[in-house]
């Protein structure tokens, strides 16, 4: 879905946030890669691009890039070992590559990521009549923040897990919210009018 960019400009003057919002795209060809995200240079995890991306870089990666066994199967690049049943994940195991990128600059994502801190997360859940999360603060941002949605095609919220905060700076009073473009649609038309005036401020218009 193709989601104009000040639909999302919107929500982040509503919840208050400068953060960039990421997209990320789940590839099953490598002939559909649509962004100019870069190779990392280094194995990287999937939670430090996603970190990155909220202020401006964009990659384009394959299971070869990963520094994270988990993402790995979360993303769907490989299937579960020893015949474990990792959840949540990509399912069937047939990704070849992942996008990542500032929404802005994606033109069909997937899934949706924002890190928010507990006040703004509550904004958002009031406006969308609640949210019912699935988590247990493990396989986090790669699956809890997008597997989980791509495959359930709804909202979730997940506190983040140890590998997270300890390898990409995530704060303590940060979490993320996944949810797919439709989602944030239904999001910046529930936001008061009244708050339009605030938004064009925030804007800089």
Not at 159 to 184: N, W
Request: hydrophobic share 35%.
């Amino acid at each position: 879905m193709i989601m104009d960019e000040k639909a999302y400009e919107k929500i982040k003057a509503y919840i208050g946030t400068k953060y960039n919002f990421v997209g990320v795209r789940i590839l099953k060809n490598t002939e559909d890669v649509e962004g100019n995200g870069k190779k990392p240079k280094k194995k990287m995890r999937f939670c430090q691009m996603v970190r990155e991306a909220v202020n401006g870089s964009s990659f384009t990666f394959d299971v070869d890039d990963l520094d994270c066994p988990s993402a790995m199967v979360t993303l769907g690049f490989e299937e579960p070992v020893f015949g474990e049943d990792l959840q949540p994940r990509i399912d069937p195991s047939d990704t070849k590559l992942v996008e990542v990128a500032p929404v802005q600059e994606m033109k069909n994502p997937e899934v949706v990521l924002a890190i928010l801190n507990p006040k703004q997360l509550m904004d958002i859940s009031v406006r969308l009549d609640g949210i019912e999360p699935k988590f247990k603060g493990d396989m986090a941002v790669c699956g809890e923040a997008t597997a989980w949605v791509k495959m359930n095609q709804k909202p979730n919220i997940t506190p983040l897990c140890g590998g997270s905060r300890k390898y990409a700076d995530y704060k303590d009073s940060e979490l993320i919210f996944g949810a797919t473009p439709e989602t944030y649609e239904k999001l910046a038309e529930k936001i008061p009018s009244k708050l339009i005036s605030g938004f064009k401020k925030f804007l800089g218009r």
